[in-house]
């Protein structure tokens, strides 16, 4: 079996965390995201951006992965939204209805 590529990087600035996500949100990655929102839950930034225009690849635990997040960082009274630049991942977003579940902005710009 191939081993896949992920990237999760976490960015804290003024109160607010961006997490970048980027190549493969598949099982494996999708733990390692898993575990980074833990963290994240057990003591909440104010504001928590997760940053998916990176993302080549995304899968149904992947997708599950980004709902579950919204709603443990939402539990924990702190605000999300997952930022993308449209194409494949919005796609797969939308086809399987999880756009109405996700809290969702485009930027099309490029990470600095």
Do not use: W
Not at 26 to 52: M, N, W, Y
Not at 77 to 88: M, N
């Amino acid at each position: 079996m191939a081993q896949t590529h992920s990237d999760i990087n976490l960015i804290e600035r003024r109160g607010a965390t961006t997490i970048e996500v980027s190549g493969e949100l598949d099982l494996s990655a999708a733990q390692k995201f898993d575990g980074a929102i833990r963290d994240l839950c057990e003591h909440p930034p104010r504001e928590v951006t997760i940053d998916v225009r990176g993302l080549s690849f995304i899968d149904s635990i992947g997708l599950r992965a980004l709902i579950e997040a919204q709603m443990r960082l939402e539990a924990v009274g702190c605000a999300s939204c997952i930022i993308h630049r449209g194409g494949y991942v919005l796609d797969i977003i939308r086809m399987t209805g999880a756009d109405k579940l996700l809290r969702l902005e485009e930027r099309l710009e490029v990470r600095t």
